[in-house]
């Protein structure tokens, strides 16, 4: 016998859900097809830099190979969910409203996830779209070697078999490219493969110069093609900083402010 039922929820069924979910998708999808800016890599640096640029009306797209957004900036360090910010880079946290613990004078500390929701709460806000599950391929080349846009391909495609992982991948167009992929740096090095370029590998640890170093070495690393966060130090050699975040966020201011000083001329 059928259980008479007051509803609470409007009457829509399982077809009209997935239409949306599937007409939604692919209208965004295609606009983004072009966009002024891709960013490949969803960690603090790239979610920053994309904040930034897309606040002041900018079609930024973030490609991330994985099902969530952040990075390392979710888990801390040795998974110890807390992250520190070494001064002045707490005003960064201010930005986006995140709570922080003063640990001693040039030292705070926050909960990584609340730092992390916020961050990619922020950078959605501002106008950023997001392409998660695909994985960046390659790069796309125009006059004079200038990146122009990426390959990308579903993330899952790495796990079928080798016999039938010849689905072919698709382009995307773009003014400019970060790569914000971190200790990989797979943007930068598909050029380095390419032989237009070379990467020097990732220090060893040394926060007090990292983080400076960092900061100072963001920015167009080849036309078409910026760095920023650990891909910075990968590229140029630099020392890596471990679970403090303050260089991630102000690469990523840096290489918005470089960008958009581009894009207004």
Same mark, same amino acid.
């Given at each position: 016998?059928?259980?008479?039922?007051?509803?609470?929820?409007?009457?829509?069924?399982?077809?009209?859900?997935?239409?949306?979910?599937?007409?939604?998708?692919?209208?965004?999808?295609?606009?983004?097809?072009?966009?002024?800016?891709?960013?490949?890599?969803?960690?603090?640096?790239?979610?920053? @830099? &994309?904040?930034? $640029? %897309?606040?002041?009306?900018?079609? #930024?797209?973030? =490609?991330? !190979?994985?099902?969530?957004?952040?990075? +390392?900036?979710?888990?801390?360090?040795?998974?110890?969910?807390?992250?520190?910010?070494?001064?002045?880079?707490?005003?960064?946290?201010?930005?986006?409203?995140?709570?922080?613990?003063?640990?001693?004078?040039?030292?705070?500390?926050?909960?990584?996830?609340?730092?992390?929701?916020?961050?990619?709460?922020?950078?959605?806000? @501002? &106008?950023?779209? $997001? %392409?998660?599950?695909?994985?960046? #391929?390659?790069? =796309?080349? !125009?006059?004079?070697?200038?990146?122009? +846009?990426?390959?990308?391909?579903?993330?899952?495609?790495?796990?079928?078999?080798?016999?039938?992982?010849?689905?072919?991948?698709?382009?995307?167009?773009?003014?400019?490219?970060?790569?914000?992929?971190?200790?990989?740096?797979?943007?930068?090095?598909?050029?380095?493969?390419?032989?237009?370029?070379?990467?020097?590998?990732?220090? &060893?640890?040394?926060?007090?110069?990292?983080?400076?170093? #960092?900061?100072?070495?963001?920015?167009?690393?080849?036309?078409?093609?910026?760095?920023?966060?650990?891909?910075?130090?990968?590229?140029?050699?630099?020392?890596?900083?471990?679970?403090?975040?303050?260089?991630?966020?102000?690469?990523?201011?840096?290489?918005?402010?470089?960008?958009?000083?581009?894009?207004?001329?």
């Amino acid at each position: 016998m059928e259980e008479k039922r007051n509803p609470i929820f409007a009457k829509i069924g399982e077809k009209e859900i997935t239409r949306a979910i599937v007409d939604s998708f692919s209208k965004q999808f295609s606009e983004y097809v072009e966009s002024d800016v891709i960013i490949v890599g969803g960690g603090p640096s790239g979610l920053y @830099a &994309g904040k930034f $640029i %897309a606040k002041e009306g900018y079609k #930024v797209l973030i =490609v991330e !190979r994985n099902n969530y957004l952040g990075g +390392g900036f979710w888990s801390g360090g040795y998974l110890m969910n807390k992250v520190t910010m070494r001064s002045p880079s707490e005003k960064e946290l201010d930005e986006i409203g995140v709570p922080y613990e003063k640990i001693k004078e040039g030292l705070y500390v926050t909960d990584a996830p609340h730092a992390c929701s916020k961050l990619i709460a922020a950078a959605c806000d @501002a &106008g950023i779209k $997001i %392409a998660n599950m695909s994985m960046f #391929v390659d790069v =796309v080349l !125009r006059e004079e070697n200038r990146v122009s +846009g990426v390959v990308i391909n579903w993330s899952s495609v790495k796990s079928l078999p080798r016999e039938i992982a010849c689905l072919d991948p698709i382009a995307l167009e773009s003014k400019i490219v970060i790569d914000s992929t971190g200790h990989d740096a797979c943007v930068v090095k598909s050029l380095e493969a390419r032989g237009i370029l070379e990467t020097k590998g990732e220090g &060893g640890m040394w926060v007090e110069m990292s983080e400076d170093l #960092v900061v100072k070495h963001t920015g167009e690393v080849h036309p078409g093609l910026f760095v920023t966060g650990m891909a910075v130090s990968t590229t140029y050699g630099l020392p890596r900083m471990g679970p403090t975040f303050g260089g991630m966020f102000l690469s990523g201011k840096k290489v918005a402010e470089m960008i958009l000083n581009i894009l207004k001329f």
